[in-house]
């Protein structure tokens, strides 16, 4: 083994495991590929703003042993316009604060589009990194009569070219012994063979080159690569610019505002970028010349032929609106069986309890605190999976883009354009994933823009408050005959509720910060094809799994903390006292009357201990807070106590209101106690008006301590983080108000 | 900027154009992507070459062409900026005049 040499690096001298970075475009294979070599199933989207996330997996190859493979968000070229292109930008020259630079590059290229390709694949080369290029997506040329010679392609571009197509696991090995080659090769790279540029380009990037040496994450001086000193010198006010600015290197800064104007003269008027693009394409066009033969001529495709239906203005606005519809209509039907299955699960589990565990705080914490509290969300997974399938479904069939496309007119309307659709759309889901999907907007003011308005997206867990509150206070009348029924309807209403708001609420936000600069709005559509079931179950089961590990941890342990608060202190002088007074209304009556008299006494008993609890206590200070929102204590306690998880509302309103009535009587259904609840004053507790206040409230708060977290990462401010809390917390106060008023002033429920 | 000739279908030298002025059908070759800087590079990355085939698969806005073996959808005034050349400008007069005239 070698001695490590200061200026080179070299694969002997590594003692962390090697790691590849796989890039390429979006929509070329990259993560059916990843899938194939490392064995773990990911999600596969064909929509660019899916893969957002970094994802990482393990593969062995021979003579070299373990290697981490890292795959990046597909990105069309390193002049990074979007967040995340600026990712793969930073792995790729190591400036990732966690990552330290990458042994070898595999980029995949589609080989149905390489002129388009060769493009980042040319940008590649200039990192000065140790590549290997996947051709894929043979298959689908060789359909449309491409022929692409990948020797030749290979001796031209200086670089290993592996035919390969990943969906049949063809090519992978060749594949394979490309990449452990590539790492066990001691020698330094080669020098790339890269696009020739003209000399006052590479005057300039040689002077920015002298002065760019820096320590690496090692501490040995490396070289600012060709690829960085390029970038610096055309991407006006790019991401490397604004990075090198917040780094402390004056010198390098100075060089390069210096070179620039050097450059503008010599170029007499040629923008730089241009030089560069042009100077590209000969390059690519070079490469390709005798080594690709296409038809020539441009060939339709069947989902053309789809498309001319689902992107017609008024056919496609009718199928998506009826695509929506049944979704919805689903939601509710489809169901219910499962949900009733798991309601009976839980009572029975509450049975259980009663017989097994004798009286006092164990058992009341299990059946108020656990089991009504973590059941109580339970029961929603059914259409909670029911709608992360129906998305998937239209994601994966490549349906999700064109809708998209017809979102954009309506998204422009509020000054967002159909990049937004994603984010906003998997918010519905879940605001989580939303958020961190703006990460492709290019343009500042929007990304930011869909990341405050993502959260009013209607997410996953206020559906199981909507389904209960409607369940138990909306009637079941049918409306347009049986075609759709006044619940469906309510709830339809409650998701276009935040959907609505956003609207006003985006283009104010727009008007109201700087003008960052427009940039075009140009969304690829995929091929339509038919959704793999595996990868739809599995992203199902993958997103599921998530909520039900929130329902694990973060609900139990709020569910738990909750029902503490509202059981103790737990005084005896109060016990006693009613144990008197149901002794003496035994010795006094033997009537029938006696048993209302006992369930008048057992509530009284309840509420009396809650009301002095460290919850009750907390709740009689919000009080005058929510009255006007039609809540008593109870309603606002349980909605202080949902801050972490929206759906802990439940469970807290399934502790408080259990805890309310007959402690006794374990495993009533949470629809039932709402409806049993009753105030100090006996009338009932939850109205329709009331039932509707909780809705729109919980429609259009902040309680997700998840989300506000995420948009705290996304946004790098926590200015911008209590902006959206406070802004929604004060839609939601001032919604939930007009709600209850409004309900009672209509007369409804009355 | 070519002549326009008649008849014959010969490949010809059509003037450069809009793409926002183009039919669903339509088809050709780039000639350039203009407009901002940012905007231009980007659109260029993403195929809009100069001499690369392209085809207008749907009008209006959001505009989808075919370039290359993508398709892509574009605004209609961000697709006013792309100038573009068409293949044969005689392949169907007849056709041209009834949508002209429409």
């Known amino acids: 083994m070698s001695l490590p040499e200061p200026s080179a690096p070299l694969p002997s001298a590594r003692h962390h495991t090697p790691r590849i970075v796989l890039t390429g475009n979006p929509n070329t294979g990259k993560t059916t590929l990843f899938n194939a070599l490392t064995g773990l199933a990911q999600r596969v989207g064909n929509f660019p703003g899916v893969t957002v996330e970094r994802k990482a997996g393990r593969l062995t190859l021979a003579g070299v042993g373990q290697v981490e493979l890292l795959d990046l968000p597909g990105t069309y070229s390193l002049a990074a316009c979007s967040p995340d292109e600026a990712i793969a930008v930073d792995v790729l020259l190591g400036h990732q604060a966690d990552l330290p630079r990458a042994d070898a590059v595999l980029a995949i290229v589609d080989a149905t589009n390489l002129r388009r390709n060769l493009y980042l694949v040319s940008q590649l080369l200039e990192t000065g990194l140790p590549l290997v290029v996947a051709l894929s997506m043979t298959d689908l040329a060789a359909a449309q009569r491409i022929e692409v010679d990948a020797d030749g392609l290979a001796r031209q571009l200086g670089v290993p070219v592996i035919p390969i197509c ?41 002077a920015l080159v002298a002065v760019g040496t820096h320590p690496d994450a090692d501490g040995r001086p490396t070289e ?40 503008h003269h010599r170029l007499d008027g040629t923008a730089p970028y241009e030089v560069e693009i042009a100077a590209r394409y000969a390059w690519i066009d070079e490469a390709l010349d005798g080594r690709v033969r296409t038809p020539g001529r441009l060939r339709p495709s069947s989902s053309d032929r789809i498309d001319r239906v689902l992107t017609d203005r008024v056919y496609g606005s009718i199928v998506f609106l009826a695509v929506a519809a049944v979704v919805f209509q689903g939601l509710y039907s489809w169901s219910a069986p499962l949900m009733e299955a798991i309601e009976y699960l839980l009572n029975g589990l509450g049975q259980a309890a009663v017989t097994l565990l004798p009286g006092g705080s164990l058992r009341s914490l299990v059946i108020d605190g656990v089991i009504a509290g973590v059941g109580a969300v339970l029961v929603f997974l059914p259409q909670i999976a029911i709608l992360f399938l129906c998305i998937s479904i239209l994601e994966d069939c490549g349906y999700m883009a064109r809708a998209a496309l017809l979102a954009d007119r309506l998204l422009s309307l509020c000054g967002l354009s159909g990049k937004s659709f994603i984010p906003l759309l998997s918010s519905f889901a879940c605001g989580v994933p939303g958020i961190m999907a703006a990460r492709t907007i290019d343009d500042r003011r929007d990304r930011l823009v869909t990341i405050l308005v993502a959260p009013l ?71 339509y094809r038919w959704p793999g079931p595996r990868t739809v179950l599995l992203r199902v089961y ?151 206040s909780v809705m ?15 948009l705290q990462r996304e946004t790098g401010s926590w200015g911008w983080t209590a902006f959206a809390f406070g802004y929604m917390t004060a839609l939601a106060y001032g919604g939930a108000m007009v709600a209850y008023h409004g309900a009672r002033a209509l007369g409804w429920g009355a | 900027m070519g002549r326009r000739h008649r008849g014959q279908g010969r490949p010809v030298q059509a003037a450069a154009e809009s793409l926002s002025a183009w039919f669903p059908g339509d088809e050709g070759v780039v000639v350039e992507a203009g407009g901002a800087p940012a905007f231009a590079a980007r659109l260029r990355e993403m195929g809009f070459l100069p001499g690369e085939p ?25 697709a006013a900026l792309i100038q573009v050349r068409r293949a044969s400008a005689v392949s169907d007069p007849s056709k041209r005049q009834s949508q002209a005239a429409a």
């Open chain 1, 224 to 263: 600012l690569s060709a690829m960085e000193a390029l970038r610096l010198l055309v991407d006006e006010g790019g991401h490397l610019e604004q990075q090198l600015a917040s780094q402390s290197r004056p010198e390098l800064s100075r060089r390069v505002a210096d070179e620039r104007i050097r450059l």
């Open chain 1, 457 to 527: 997206m209607s997410c996953s867990a206020r559906l199981p408050i909507y389904v209960l509150f409607i369940a138990a206070f909306v009637p079941a009348r049918p409306i347009l005959g049986s075609w759709l029924s006044l619940q469906g309807l309510t709830l339809l209403a409650m998701y276009s509720l935040g959907l609505v708001l956003a609207v006003p609420i985006a283009w104010g936000l727009r008007r109201f910060l700087r003008h960052q600069g427009a940039a075009p709005f140009v969304m690829e559509l995929p091929a």
């Open chain 1, 542 to 692: 993958q997103n599921t799994r998530a909520f039900v590990v929130r329902a694990g941890s973060v609900i139990m342990a709020a569910t738990v903390v909750m029902w503490a608060l509202a059981y103790f202190p737990r005084p005896d002088s109060i016990i006693a006292r009613y144990e008197q007074e149901r002794q003496e209304l035994l010795v006094n009556c033997s009537e029938p009357g006696c048993a209302d008299g006992l369930d008048k006494l057992a509530r009284q008993e309840s509420s009396e201990l809650l009301h002095q609890s460290v919850l009750g206590s907390a709740g009689r200070l919000i009080e005058p807070l929510v009255a006007p929102l039609g809540w008593d204590w109870r309603i606002g306690v349980a909605a202080l106590a949902s801050f972490p998880a929206r759906e802990v509302v439940i469970s807290a309103l399934g502790t408080l209101c259990n805890l309310g009535t007959e402690p006794g009587a374990p495993g009533t259904d949470l629809r039932t106690a709402l409806r049993q609840a009753r105030r100090n004053d006996g009338t009932p507790l939850f109205t329709l008006p009331v039932a509707l």
């Open chain 1, 696 to 710: 729109v409230f919980f429609a259009l708060c902040a309680q997700c301590l998840s989300t506000l977290i995420t």
């Open chain 1, 166 to 206: 990943a969906g049949r696991r063809k090519g992978l090995e060749p594949l394979r012994e490309a990449l452990a080659d590539l790492l066990r090769d001691d020698s330094p790279p080669p020098r790339p063979l890269g696009p020739r540029y003209p000399e006052p380009l590479t005057e300039g990037m040689q």
């Open chain 2, 54 to 78: 392209v085809r207008l698969l749907r009008a209006g806005c959001p505009l989808i062409v075919q370039i290359g073996d993508s398709r892509l959808g574009l605004r209609r005034r961000d």
